[in-house]
């Protein structure tokens, strides 16, 4: 009898220790597929990717822009922001700097898209996004708006966006509603996009401000006066009779 106690109360033991060690070795597993981002703000593209190699985590430079501050080369801005625990093979989006800007913006409105299009990249620049919104007076395939503007200073990105002429209803010079097609204005300043809805002859609702904090978590916030969404959706056609409504960050 106090030798079965005995095997029954080393069984327990046992079974009591293998228990703990797998609760530690599970706390350890977990914990150990964990890792905190670091600050890869300033370091150089190929430093930034072997750092984040080294941490088992993935990253790619998704976007470029200028920088007066961040020498050429070096990473900008990073999502998730530096502190963020993350686990290991988590994708981390940064963003490369191209130093400060010197190209001159070109005077592309009223050329055609053809031209325009030759242009930004003859100068080094690259083309943005392309929409389209009639305009009476204006030639259908011609530039009727530009983002950033002529003689830019401060631009952030390489890329220049262009708004071109669409085409008329029967060529009479009077527009249908359904030939009305949103552009997108996401991610351009708000005086740009505002200017392409009233010189297309559009109503242009009131500003919606709002700030950053309303930012989804880790999402790197654009410069004040950004357009960061729109009523109606890019692509949707647009009822001449609605106001347009741009929300902004302030």
Not at 233 to 248: F, H, K, M, Q, R
């Amino acid at each position: 009898m106090i030798r079965l106690f005995q095997f029954v109360t080393l069984v327990l033991g046992l079974s009591l220790v293998a228990l703990i060690a797998a609760i530690v070795t599970m706390r350890f597993a977990i914990h150990g597929a964990e890792v905190t981002l670091p600050s890869f703000q300033g370091l150089t593209t190929e430093a930034a990717l072997n750092k984040a190699a080294n941490l088992g985590v993935e990253m790619t430079i998704d976007n470029r822009f200028y920088s007066a501050e961040v020498p050429a080369g070096r990473i900008l801005a990073q999502s998730p922001v530096p502190g963020t625990v993350v686990r290991r093979e988590w994708h981390v989006r940064a963003t490369e700097s191209l130093g400060p800007q010197l190209v001159q913006i070109p005077d592309l409105v009223g050329q055609p898209q053809r031209a325009a299009s030759i242009e930004i990249r003859r100068v080094g620049l690259e083309l943005g996004s392309v929409a389209q919104m009639p305009l009476a007076g204006a030639a259908s395939g011609t530039v009727i708006a530009q983002d950033p503007p002529a003689g830019a200073a401060g631009v952030e990105k390489p890329s220049v966006a262009l708004l071109i002429s669409g085409t008329t209803s029967a060529d009479s010079g009077s527009t249908s509603a359904a030939a009305y097609v949103m552009p997108d204005f996401i991610g351009r300043p708000y005086s740009t996009a505002a200017q392409a809805v009233t010189r297309a002859g559009l109503k242009l609702a009131p500003e919606v401000a709002t700030s950053a904090s309303a930012l989804p978590q880790g999402q790197i916030p654009p410069p004040a006066g950004t357009v960061i969404a729109q009523t109606p959706l890019a692509g949707y056609s647009i009822d001449p009779n609605a106001p347009i409504e741009l929300t902004v960050l302030r």
